[in-house]
């Protein structure tokens, strides 16, 4: 008998690769991909990348929705649901949706919440997919069991004080007559997570305590954990089902019983960030609300991404090609925003040139955040001034021999600095690049209707003043954007927009229009906008 590698044995053992009709295409492959916790953050690099190349998402109310972004525009995003007993597709529906859509030659990418074989059902998807002969590969995730514990200052085990961590689940199969859990083997554990750990508190508080765990033993219950709204209860086991009802929590939400959760309140670190529990608007434009968005969620706040402005590029743009073309002619570049940056460079790629082209011109930038935006096209500034508005800029230039200078720039901006470089002997050829206008928020102020699902039109006064209460602050990054948001809200409610402001033109701007500015940045960059709105909630 010839001997057989486990390699090869598996290969004979497993069913002949599913085939579709004749003529059908290839079937694709599903990955049982771990979406991780809640946090976005927490998915995997191998996730986010067959994320990035899924044909079909088929996905369940614990994965962020942040996730399906990174899905191509175009594939199929399939919502299943999935609530505690709620769910919207039964299990079994939900195998066979895998199996079509594979069969469909369709690279599949089944979104599970935290890992996709912690509790999660993923193994009975996995067997069907197995019986069916269909490809499937499990991208494991982080563990909600494991990260909401985390995030709520717990460490699972700790060499003191827990030796043992048991996982179970708070609900066991609906219809089972007695718990299968050995209860009296589960007291005398060192760490007991539990998820699904709100629904039966009550029970497997009692259950434990009857079977002769201490009632003082330190516990908590995470809900939401890993993301903007995490809650914690934390009490002892006796008097937890209580506090939690008492705080209105509820699934999803993990249990943790154990001497390890007496510690949360000494090693939390996630709630007590200055912005956690607040929520802040950013009207940044889409493409830019990355960084400040990202810097806000850091400080722990909740973030909500509604760009008040759009930037709409210039075309046909005659004077821009013309400045391109010639571009040896002038002896500086003056940009004056990231986005014209961005514009200004794609223009010249577009004309077949590179930055070549701006061989032997100084150029000159309002800020950092507009040199970063150069960088990947092979350029640094030159010039950076120390405060990042015109003023600043004007002065710094000053310092520069003049000559010919293009300045390139958005079409509605002040004459502060063409005037100003003309009177320091500047040659100044000023180029619009872009227009901004208001964006339209399509369910704010909504020109577009009235919400479906009741609450007060969000077009009216009511609706306005509704959206306005769930805001803690605005972050204005620029006076366009101020005037943005300024728009959306009628005048008689602007003074209850509270704002952060990036720097002093932004706050004269906004106080002009009536929004109330209550903290501006230090200097002009998002962290120190950032730092601005988190100076505002300081910790005791
Ligand atoms: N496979 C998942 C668990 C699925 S069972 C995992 O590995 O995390 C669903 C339960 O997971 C929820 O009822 C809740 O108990 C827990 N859960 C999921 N996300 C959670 C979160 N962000 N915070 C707390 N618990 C969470």
Same mark, same amino acid.
Do not use: C, Q, Y
């Given at each position: 008998m010839t001997s057989r590698t486990p390699e090869e044995a598996r290969k004979e053992e497993s069913p002949a690769p599913a085939r579709s009709a004749? @003529? @059908?295409?290839e079937p694709g492959v599903v990955y049982l991909v771990?979406?991780?916790? %809640?946090?976005?953050? *927490? *998915?995997?690099r191998r996730g986010a990348e067959l994320l990035g190349r899924a044909d079909a998402v088929v996905h369940d109310? *614990?994965?962020?929705?942040? #996730?399906?972004?990174? !899905?191509?525009?175009g594939s199929k995003k399939i919502y299943v649901g999935k609530t505690g007993s709620r769910h919207t597709l039964r299990q079994d529906d939900i195998n066979r949706l895998l199996a079509e859509e594979a069969l469909a030659g369709r690279t599949v990418v089944r979104l599970k919440g935290g890992d996709p074989y912690v509790f999660g059902r993923g193994a009975e998807e996995a067997l069907e997919l197995r019986r069916r002969g269909i490809r499937f590969e499990v991208v494991p995730g982080v563990t909600s069991a494991v990260a909401a514990a985390a995030c709520a200052?717990?460490? #699972?085990?700790?060499? $003191? #004080?827990?030796?043992q961590v048991v996982l179970i689940t708070?609900?066991? &199969?609906?219809? &089972?007559?007695?718990?299968?859990?050995?209860w009296a083997a589960l007291a005398k554990m060192g760490t007991l997570a539990a998820v699904? @750990? !709100?629904?039966?508190l009550p029970e497997i508080a009692g259950n434990l305590i009857a079977a002769? &765990? $201490?009632?003082g033993t330190p516990a908590a219950l995470v809900q939401?954990?890993?993301?903007?709204g995490q809650r914690t209860a934390r009490a002892s086991l006796g008097d937890l089902p209580g506090l939690v009802k008492k705080l209105g929590l509820g699934p999803p939400a993990l249990l943790v019983v154990g001497e390890?959760?007496?510690l949360g309140r000494e090693l939390d670190w996630f709630e007590e960030?200055? *912005?956690?529990?607040k929520t802040v608007l950013v009207t940044r434009t889409a493409g830019q609300a990355g960084k400040l968005s990202a810097r806000l969620a850091e400080l722990g706040a909740r973030v909500l991404g509604r760009p008040a402005i759009e930037i709409v590029p210039i075309t046909p743009n005659p004077g821009l090609a013309e400045a391109v073309k010639n571009l040896?002619?002038? &002896?500086h570049l003056v940009l004056t925003s990231p986005n014209g940056a961005r514009i200004f460079m794609e223009s010249v790629l577009a004309a077949g040139?590179? !930055?070549? !082209? #701006?061989?032997g011109v100084r150029i000159a930038v309002i800020g950092p955040g507009t040199d970063a935006q150069l960088r990947p096209f092979g350029l640094k500034a030159d010039v950076v001034p120390p405060e990042f508005i015109a003023e600043s800029l004007l002065a710094s230039l000053s310092r520069e021999k003049p000559g010919p200078l293009l300045l390139a720039r958005?079409?509605?901006?002040?004459?502060v600095l063409p005037r100003g470089l003309a009177d320091l002997g500047f040659e100044v050829a000023a180029v619009p690049l872009y227009r901004t206008r208001d964006a339209v928020w399509p369910d704010f102020?909504?020109?577009?209707?009235?919400?479906p699902g009741g609450g007060? $039109?969000? %077009?009216t006064e009511a609706g306005v003043a509704d959206f306005l209460a769930g805001i803690d602050l605005a972050t204005l990054t620029s006076a366009s954007a101020a005037r943005g948001l300024a728009a959306h809200v009628p005048e008689n409610l602007r003074g209850l927009v509270k704002a952060v402001s990036i720097g002093p033109v932004t706050t004269r701007e906004a106080r002009a229009l009536g929004?109330?500015?209550v903290a501006e940045a230090r200097q002009a960059t998002v962290e120190h906008l950032a730092e601005a709105a988190a100076s505002l909630f300081p910790r005791t």
């Open positions: 004749a @003529g @059908g295409p771990g979406a991780g916790p %809640g946090d976005p953050g *927490l *998915l995997t109310h *614990l994965a962020a929705p942040e #996730l399906l972004s990174l !899905a191509p525009p200052g717990i460490p #699972l085990t700790h060499r $003191d #004080l827990a030796s708070g609900r066991e &199969k609906p219809g &089972k007559s007695s718990s299968s859990h050995d699904m @750990g !709100a629904e039966n002769g &765990k $201490d009632p939401w954990g890993t993301t903007a390890v959760a007496g960030r200055p *912005l956690f529990g040896r002619a002038f &002896k040139l590179d !930055a070549r !082209a #701006l061989f958005a079409e509605e901006a002040r004459d102020p909504a020109a577009a209707g009235r919400t007060p $039109d969000p %077009g929004l109330d500015v």
